[in-house]
């Protein structure tokens, strides 16, 4: 994909600036631009975003070819506008959301305002060169919401039709762009890339790469071979059942 957004709390924090770039992500890159991008041109165009964290109000940031700088003292939000956008990616644990359920990412009211009950993020993608996964590759612009209702869990749309959470991820991980994506580097990222097992950089370099979505399919697949060979062994002690049967 063309965009890639990060965030330098940590290397940056005189300037306590987020960045967002048109750019690749930051490693496995070449000039500047991932190999992965120059294959999945699928490009971030804006970030609405409604009800979730610090963000009562709807909110909408356009990402502008090149930088878009959020700028700010701590306390303001940068961070909250950075995991709204890995959770519209697909993030599915609270304790990378910074919350002990899901529900905390819903905006919790304040001494001015009250709680809200239903949080939305939609990331608008330019998908003009047709880089986008099959079932959602007949539109110039893509909408990809997710929205939670405290208490009944979340649900995903696609240019307002529903998705389901699998299709959403594999989306996104065949432009290099899933929820734990190498082009998303917030705070505390690169000190856990340095410790972290080779298993998991492995993880990293997938994504990096644009080929994490194979893997999520490869492992579907194996799911759905093991549960037909469960069928396949169902059906023959059945049919054995029934020969006992007649005879």
Known sequence: MDDRIESTEAELASAETDLVTEDAAPIVAVDGI???????????????????????????????????????PNGCGKSNLLESLRWALGETSARRMRGEGMDDVIFAGSERRSAR????????????????T???????????????????????????????????????QDNAAGASS?????????????????ADRRIVLEEAAGVSGLSSRRHEAD?????????LLRADDAIAKSGEVVA
């Open 34 to 72: 991932a190999p992965s991008a120059r294959r999945r041109p699928l490009r971030f165009d804006r970030l609405q975003i409604d009800g979730f964290k610090s963000f009562a109000d709807r909110a909408e940031i356009p990402i502008e070819p090149g930088i878009t700088g959020v700028v700010g």
């Open 117 to 132: 009950s239903v949080a939305e993020v939609v990331i608008v993608l330019d998908n003009r060169r047709r880089t986008a």
């Open 182 to 198: 190498p082009a998303i580097v917030s705070q505390g990222r690169v000190n856990k890339l340095i410790q972290d097992k080779p």
């Open 223 to 231: 799911l759905k071979v093991r549960q037909t060979e469960q069928n």
């Open 134 to 172: 099959p079932e959602f590759n007949d539109a110039d612009i893509l909408e990809v919401s997710r929205r939670i209702d405290r208490g009944q869990g979340t649900s995903y749309r696609v240019n307002g039709r529903p998705a389901r959470q699998r299709d959403v991820q594999v989306l996104f």
